[in-house]
C-alpha cells in the first residue's frame, strides 16, 4: 500500500471513530465554562453543582425527602429558598462538592432567574430511590433541548421531545406560585360550623375544556393552562387582559387543567365585571383566549410580533367575529359571536412580553361552521389551526 493510500485508509478511520463518539458530554468534572468555552449561563451553572453534589448519598436522601414532602403541584421546590433552608444545607453541600464556598454558590443562585427545582416525570418520581443513577436537567424556554448533568460532571443533550430512562430532577423558570398553603378549613370538632358557602356568581363561565396538545415540554411537567379575558385599554388600540382562570387564582376563578381533557364549572367573568366594562367601553367585545403558562401566573408574556399575526390571521379568516358578549334575553342567558373590532388590536399592549405559549382565541362554533357535541366555541390558534374546543355559559 502507497503512502496515500495509508494516509486516506487512516483519514477515514479517524473520522469514522469521530462519528461514533458520544456528542454533547464533557470530560468527568470539566466546568461547562473553562478554556474555549463559552461561558455558562447561572441555570446550568447551578444544575452542574446540584449534579455534583448528588454524589453524596446524604444529600441525595435529603432531596429525595424535600421534593416528597413539597405541598406544591407536583411536588415543586422553589430553588432559591431549597438552598437556603435548613440553615443553608443545600448551599453548603453544593459549595463542597465543587470547590466552592457557600457565599459563592448563593451568589451564582442570585443571579439566576427565580427557578423550580422537581421531577416533572411521574415515573421518575415513583422510580427514583435516591441512588446516583440521576440527572439534573435545564432549559429556559419551554421547547429547547435540555441540557443535564450527572453526578460525575458530564454534559449530555437531552431531547426536547421525550425524556430520558434515567430520572430527570429539573431546574427549570418558576410557573408555580410559591405563596404558603393556607388551611381553609383547620378548625377543631368543638368549633361552630362554617358559614354555607356564598351561591355562585352570575357571569360567563367555562364548563368544558379539550386540547388538542398539552403545549408543555416534558421538562416542564403539567401544562398550566389559564384563560384570559381580553379587551380594550382605556380609549387605545391596545389589548389587556381584565379577568385569568387558572390554578393560580383563588375562586371562582380557580382552574386546573392537568390533561388534555377538563370538565367543571370556573367563572372567566361576572356578570358586574361584564357590565362595568360593556358601559366603559360601548361595541368594544371581548375576546376569550388561552395560555399555555411558562412564565408567571396570569400575565401573558409571549412573543409580541407571534401573537399579532395570530389574531390578524383569525380575523382575516372569520370577517372579524371573533369575539364575544352577554346576549341574553328575558330568561335565557346566552354569551354569543360578536365583532372584535379589529382596530382595536392593530397596536398590541405591552404587556405581552416573552416565553407563553398561546393556544388560542375562541371563535363560536356557527362562526367557524364546526359542531362537536358538547362543545360550542373553537380555540383558533397560529395559522388558523384548531387547537382545542370548549364550552361556554352564561348564568
Excluded at 397596536?347 to 416565553?355: D, V
Aim: proline share 8%.
Amino acid at each position: 500500500m502507497n503512502t496515500y493510500k495509508v494516509l486516506a485508509v487512516s483519514l477515514g478511520l479517524t473520522a469514522l471513530a469521530a462519528c461514533n463518539e458520544p456528542r454533547g458530554i464533557t470530560e468527568p468534572g470539566a466546568a461547562p465554562g473553562g478554556v474555549g468555552q463559552q461561558a455558562a449561563a447561572p441555570h446550568e451553572e447551578l444544575a452542574l453543582r446540584i449534579a455534583r453534589a448528588l454524589q453524596n448519598p446524604a444529600f441525595r436522601a435529603y432531596v429525595r425527602a424535600q421534593i416528597g414532602a413539597s405541598p406544591f403541584p407536583e411536588h415543586k421546590l422553589q430553588l432559591q429558598q431549597f438552598l437556603q433552608s435548613h440553615d443553608s444545607r443545600a448551599l453548603r453541600v453544593l459549595g463542597a462538592a465543587n470547590g466552592l464556598s457557600a457565599s459563592v454558590v448563593q451568589a451564582e443562585a442570585a443571579r439566576a432567574v427565580p427557578l423550580e427545582f422537581y421531577m416533572p416525570v411521574p415515573q421518575h418520581r415513583a422510580a427514583w430511590s435516591g441512588d446516583d443513577r440521576i440527572l439534573v436537567a435545564t432549559a429556559l424556554t419551554d421547547g429547547d433541548a435540555p441540557v443535564a448533568f450527572d453526578p460525575a460532571g458530564r454534559r449530555h443533550q437531552l431531547r426536547a421531545d421525550r425524556p430520558p430512562a434515567t430520572p430527570v430532577l429539573a431546574v427549570v423558570p418558576v410557573e408555580t406560585d410559591f405563596r404558603p398553603v393556607i388551611c381553609q378549613d383547620c378548625g377543631g370538632p368543638d368549633d361552630p360550623p362554617l358559614p354555607p358557602p356564598a351561591p355562585p356568581a352570575s357571569g360567563l363561565y367555562l364548563t368544558r375544556s379539550h386540547l388538542e396538545q398539552d403545549f408543555e415540554g416534558w421538562l416542564k411537567g403539567n401544562p398550566e393552562i389559564e384563560f384570559h379575558v381580553l379587551g380594550q385599554k382605556g380609549a387605545s388600540d391596545t389589548l389587556m387582559s381584565y379577568q385569568c382562570a387558572a390554578a393560580t387564582q383563588s375562586a371562582p376563578y380557580s382552574f386546573d387543567q392537568e390533561s388534555l381533557d377538563w370538565s367543571g364549572s370556573v367563572l372567566l367573568f361576572s356578570k358586574p365585571q361584564l357590565d362595568a366594562y360593556n358601559t366603559a367601553h360601548p361595541n368594544k367585545n371581548i375576546r376569550i383566549f388561552a395560555v399555555e403558562d411558562d412564565d408567571g401566573p396570569c400575565d401573558i408574556r409571549t412573543d409580541r410580533k407571534r401573537l399579532e399575526v395570530l389574531l390578524r390571521a383569525i380575523d382575516n379568516a372569520y370577517q372579524a367575529v371573533t369575539a364575544g358578549n352577554d346576549s341574553s334575553t328575558a330568561g335565557t342567558p346566552a354569551f354569543r359571536r360578536a365583532s372584535s373590532l379589529y382596530r382595536v388590536f392593530t397596536a398590541l399592549a405591552s404587556w405581552i412580553k416573552s416565553n407563553d405559549d398561546p393556544i388560542g382565541n375562541a371563535v363560536e362554533d356557527a362562526v367557524v361552521g364546526a359542531y362537536l357535541a358538547g362543545y360550542n366555541w373553537h380555540l383558533k390558534g397560529d395559522n388558523n389551526v384548531t387547537n382545542g374546543r370548549i364550552r361556554l355559559e352564561m348564568r
